[in-house]
């Protein structure tokens, strides 16, 4: 079994920085892509970043150049470090695990972000 547990959300001033964290555990070996995905209200869930074991990352557009995705392999820990938020970005962010070239994957429960002044 593989559990993804994450942490970090809040509420945050426009403007303001957030770092989120999720740390997977159980039988993990092979899967070697993690990131992050968010679901708004009323929205489907869209893609954030990715990043591999060797640490290299991609972005989505709305995202590039104020989030950072890293992690760390022998905490088995993914992080988003996300600055300049603004509203817009209210959304449940989701840790994701998963296999290269392989579509279905581990998800976390979600943590909550809001932007709001």
């Known amino acids: 079994q593989v559990q993804l547990v994450e942490s970090g959300g809040g509420l945050v001033q426009p403007g303001g920085s957030l770092r989120l964290s999720c740390a997977a555990s159980?039988?993990?070996?092979?899967?070697?892509?993690m990131g992050w995905h968010r679901q708004a209200p009323g929205k489907q869930r869209e893609w954030i970043a990715d990043i591999n074991t060797s640490g290299s990352s991609t972005y989505a557009a709305p995202v590039k150049g104020r989030f950072a995705i890293s992690r760390d392999n022998a905490k088995n820990t993914v992080y988003l470090q996300m600055n300049s938020l603004q509203p817009e970005d209210t959304a449940v962010y989701y840790c994701?695990?998963?296999?290269?070239?392989?579509?279905?994957?581990?998800w976390g429960q979600g943590t909550q972000v809001t932007v709001s002044s």
């Open positions: 994701k695990l998963k296999k290269v070239g392989i579509t279905e994957a581990y």
């Open positions: 159980g039988t993990i070996f092979g899967f070697n892509i």
